[in-house]
């Protein structure tokens, strides 16, 4: 025996002659020849049996994505309401915040004797609210005695 037999107990391999090195095999035989597959297959058009199935679950499909679409979009501006009504909020809070400091500020400075600091914190409380008597007031008490000392502070309506 001069072949291994353990890859079958079929007689040709194992009764095997060792080839040369860079020599050329001969063919291996075959002892059963596989049926070729001659079955023909004819071309059909697809045939939908549910025709009226498909298109009522298609037309169902899309009036739901509608209906999402329009209650998403409901929602997303609902959000888009509130959150510019909140952020007006905030501006408002925060700007009554800095009108409140800049007034305080400004009284400060002016029991400090610095007539030119409290009168640019009551320039810009002006600028936040320009309806409040007290910051008038005390814009014009202000420029009146910067007025007797520089020129350019003379002329407050220009606010």
Known sequence: MAGYMGF????WIYKRKLR??????????THSSLPLYSRVFKLQRS????????AVLTLLIIFSLLIL???????IFKYEKQHKEFVSEMKDIKNQEAFIFLLNSGKERLNA???????????????INSQNEEVVR???????????TDKKYCNTSEL
Do not use: D, I
């Open 20 to 29: 040369k090195p860079f020599s050329k095999r001969g063919k291996v035989p």
């Open 113 to 127: 004797n610095n007539f030119s600091g409290a009168y640019s914190e009551f320039v810009l409380a002006y600028t």
């Open 47 to 54: 045939v939908k049996k549910n025709k009226k199935q498909n």
């Open 138 to 148: 005390l814009l014009e008490e202000t420029s009146s005695v910067l007025c007797k």
């Open 69 to 75: 679409g329009v209650l998403t979009f409901s929602n």
């Open 8 to 11: 079958g107990m079929q007689s």
